[in-house]
């Protein structure tokens, strides 16, 4: 019988695939990598018998990098990086996800490919067929591979996809190829050449990257003109006249003054002396209107992602995940579209019957259907995906909070679009007073239409309806004139923001909420409140020195005659080669005026922040020059010694201090410690040899806990106790600098072990070791502060065997005391069986000889 591997995006994906083709008859098992199950059943393609498996990837299976010796950004000149030659990397080496693929796809007759439906998928369909195709059996035949195109998980969606297979599409794979290669040459040597000048002179720029990408930067681009309107803005006084009449019911109504504003107080003034003379308000003229608000168009990505961030205060790179999330799991139909059209056989009352049930908006769907489908306003077909609708109906238990919000928006707006126009009087009554015209307007509504499920577009339910005749007679209240300032606009929201990007074509549906996230990640803008993007000074300086040297390194429009010959690849009409060298040329010659232009950012940078020699303060000796180097805070994390003019990095995210003056034994640099708190990751290290490690197998930005010294009492050798069962690789080597709460840790990964706290000393007996193959560690404390059994104040024994360690002892995941990135929570008693560290050789000194560089 013969065989097909079906291959989708994500695991939970499969499952759901798996579960509609199977008619919930598929068995499950774990892959060689555990972490995408395959699911096996028995079924027709083309007619004859075949047993289907069916996996997945998680995202790209590949990525594109520098060879190896490219990403020394010590080594490497940014310049070399336009031309120096790239590779496809593994994109998760841990998962092993090509070698799982080819695995299952031995002796395979055919491949379907259930990758998402937009360039993107597309690129990873041929990730996938370069994976197996040495497997497969025959794969160069034709109608060998297939590709499902689908917009929704549901059995209608999948069951017709697998009916009308068709082939992937190589163009527009490439088209994200070229992308990729662009964006991975022109922002890495841009990012290097700005990172390394200016972290290299300023101590306060709060950002480890000092980034540049063709998309990211007219995106901060715009933010910034905004400000600059902002700044430049310079408000003006005027005045309006104010006044209030009695109606004949006693009502006092404000009257809006026709001629608006004023500018000129004295001419203000004189309007308002004239009509203090004046005790009545004649009714001129009467007019009535009925009005339509039109109902919304059909939702796509731009318009989810505007209206979450205006109405349901998500920025849009979070609402992308929930939407991503809600439609693997069945609630929604494919989120990226910029579609907002739906086809003439879309089953609009199919989808709404599905809703019907709803607790939260049965009611109007019912009346809905009772009163009879509107036809949907004609929007944009972009030939991409239908429009973002609801497939399954969910209730609040089902979703967590932001989840649940953003569903309820869809089905609103879903059910928003085949409803009635809201339809309703505008009402406008113009009053006479003296020469002045002044009016009074309000409207009355006929048919709430779309927005009685969609409340927040309804009418204001307090505007003040009062019956007037014409000619009608009204006294008086109160005439005055209120003073006003003409004020600036406001700072983008990211709603304003969304909309300029797709104006001027920078980033895609899937792209854009990535953009704007980067600029809020790297620092360049804030997000304050009703999530208006605020620049930081790093922010403005960084676009005012790009306008100095190149404008067009800021202006969307080198961006979009990009995105437009990416366009031309994927439809064929554009040869790949040639627009990749062209525009990698055409920036390089903008890198190299950039270069010789930086003096032109750098004094804008001289004004805006301090120097390294000017900031931080004294935390640990120098081993060179003996004097103290000084601690800067503000991110990136680094230590600077100002008389050998040296940077050295530090760990990221925690807190870093100096650790008992004592020295490295390699270099005379005092030590420091860096932590995330006391139940997060801690170890000691030497700031020379973090940077320029010691050893030929000791890594860059390597701690104490990981340093190759045989003999130095803060190394791994001497506090090595045990292999790391959690992790490949790892050792759980003792923090020497941790006490009084004295932690354990694995060097790889964030295990963590806590354990005799207020011990006075704790060391590990190298020369004695359990039968489990760890270190024993010997345990001392104060005769006052012992927690020891029988009161003892000594005692050696193993971590994991030693049973009257056990209440001593917990285990935990690594836990940050303030937010760090990767940082992960767990809790559990320790249950470990040490496999034993690695052993320093016999001869420890000809081995330091060997290892040094």
């Known amino acids: 019988m013969k065989t097909a591997l079906m291959v989708a995006e994500k695991p939970s994906l499969a499952a759901s695939l798996a579960n509609i ?25 083309f007619g ?35 031309s120096c030659p790239t590779e496809k990397k593994e994109a998760s080496p841990k998962l092993r996800i090509p070698a799982m693929l080819a695995c299952e796809a031995r002796g395979v007759d055919f491949l379907i490919l259930w990758l998402d439906c937009d360039k993107e998928g597309e690129n990873i369909c041929f990730e996938v067929i370069d994976a197996v195709k040495s497997s497969m059996k025959r794969p160069g035949e034709v109608n060998r591979i297939w590709r499902a195109k689908f917009s929704a998980i549901t059995a209608k969606d999948i069951k017709g996809a697998m009916e009308r297979l068709d082939f992937p599409n190589r163009n527009e794979a490439m088209s994200v190829d070229a992308r990729q290669e662009l964006d991975l040459r022109i922002g890495c040597s841009f990012t290097r050449f700005q990172t390394k000048y200016f972290q290299g002179k300023y101590g306060d720029l709060d950002s480890s990257l000092i980034s540049y990408g063709p998309c990211q930067t007219p995106t901060l681009g715009f933010c910034v003109q ?39 107080r004295d001419a203000s003034n004189s309007l308002l002396q004239a009509l203090k003379k004046q005790q009545i308000a004649t009714v001129v003229s009467i007019t009535q209107q009925e009005k339509s608000k039109q109902r919304p168009l059909a939702l796509n990505s731009v318009e989810l992602m505007r209206a979450a961030s205006t109405g349901l205060g998500m920025g849009p790179h979070h609402a992308m995940q929930l939407a991503e999330r809600l439609y693997t799991q069945g609630y929604i139909s494919y989120p990226r579209t910029e579609t907002s059209h739906y086809s003439d056989n879309f089953e609009l009352l199919g989808a709404l019957r599905t809703l019907q049930k709803s607790n939260e908006w049965g009611q109007e769907i019912r009346q809905v259907l009772n009163n009879g489908l509107t036809r949907p306003r004609n929007g944009k077909d972009c030939g991409d995906h239908p429009p973002i609708t609801p497939t399954m109906l969910a209730s609040r238990n089902e979703l967590d909070g932001d989840s649940w919000k953003l569903y309820d928006f869809i089905v609103r707006h879903f059910v928003a679009t085949i409803s009635k126009d809201c339809k309703y009087y505008s009402k406008t009554v113009t009053f006479k007073i003296g020469s002045e015209m002044f009016t009074y307007n309000w409207r009355t509504l006929i048919d709430a239409g779309f927005t009685a499920i969609t409340p927040w577009k309804a009418l204001p339910k307090n505007e003040l309806a009062v019956n007037f005749e014409r000619d009608e007679k009204l006294n008086i209240k109160d005439a005055r004139l209120t003073d006003h300032m003409t004020s600036p606009p406001g700072y983008l929201t990211e709603s304003e923001l969304i909309s300029m990007m797709e104006k001027h074509g920078i980033g895609t ?49 080198m961006r979009s005659t990009i995105e437009d010959q990416l366009n031309l690849i994927a439809k064929g009409e554009a040869n790949y080669d040639r627009v990749l060298r062209q525009t990698i040329e055409a920036f390089r010659q903008k890198y190299l005026y950039f270069v010789k232009s930086i003096e032109a950012m750098d004094s804008l940078f001289e004004v805006s922040f301090t120097t390294l020699a000017a900031t931080g303060k004294a935390l640990s000796r120098c081993g060179k020059c003996r004097r103290y180097m000084k601690l800067i805070i503000a991110k990136p994390s680094r230590l600077h010694c ?32 860096w932590s995330t708190g006391n139940k997060g990751r801690s170890y000691p290290l030497c700031p020379y040899c973090y940077n320029q490690p010691a050893f030929r197998d000791m890594k860059k930005h390597s701690g104490c806990n990981l340093c190759l010294h045989p003999t130095c009492p803060q190394g791994f050798y ?55 193959g760890a270190q024993l560690l010997k345990i001392e404390y104060k005769e006052e502060r012992t927690r020891l059994p029988r009161d003892l104040i000594e005692m050696t024994g193993c971590l994991f065997c030693c049973e009257e360690f056990g209440y001593l002892v917990e285990k935990f995941r690594a836990q940050a005391s303030k937010p760090v990135f990767n940082s992960r929570q767990g809790r559990g008693k320790a249950k470990h069986k040490g496999k034993g560290k690695p052993k320093p050789p016999k001869d420890k000194m000809a081995q330091l000889a060997s290892y040094f560089v």
């Open 21 to 45: 083709l199977s008619n919930g008859r598929s068995n499950s098992r774990k892959s060689m990598n555990s972490a995408c199950p395959v699911h096996e059943w028995s079924g027709t393609l």
């Open 48 to 82: 004859e018998p075949v047993i289907f498996k069916m996996t997945s990837v998680c995202g790209h299976v590949m990525t594109l990098d520098f060879n190896s010796k490219f990403n020394n950004w010590d080594k490497v000149d940014p310049e070399e990086l336009f």
């Open 226 to 264: 905004r400000h600059d309107e902002i700044r430049r803005f310079k408000p003006e006084p005027y005045w309006v006249i104010q006044v209030t009449i009695q109606s004949k019911d006693g009502q006092d109504v404000v009257l809006n003054w026709e001629k608006g504003r004023c500018f000129e």
């Open 509 to 557: 549906d899937a792209s854009i909420p990535v953009h704007i996230n980067n600029i809020s990640q790297r620092n360049y803008v804030t997000v304050a409140a009703g999530r208006r993007l605020v620049p930081t000074n790093l922010g403005i300086v960084l676009v005012h020195g790009y306008q100095k040297i190149d404008k067009q390194l800021v202006e969307p429009t």
């Open 642 to 673: 100002s008389h050998c003019d040296e940077t050295y990095n530090l760990p990221q995210n925690g807190n870093i201090r100096i650790y008992k003056e004592l020295k490295c034994p390699l270099d005379d640099f005092e030590l420091v410690t």
């Open 718 to 772: 001497v506090n090595g106790i045990a292999s790391c069962l959690q992790c490949d690789n790892g050792v759980l080597v003792l923090d020497p600098s941790s006490g009084p709460k004295w932690k354990v840790g694995c060097n790889k990964c964030d295990v963590i072990f806590h354990l005799f706290e207020d011990a006075h000393k704790i060391t590990v007996e190298e020369s004695k070791e359990c039968d489990c």
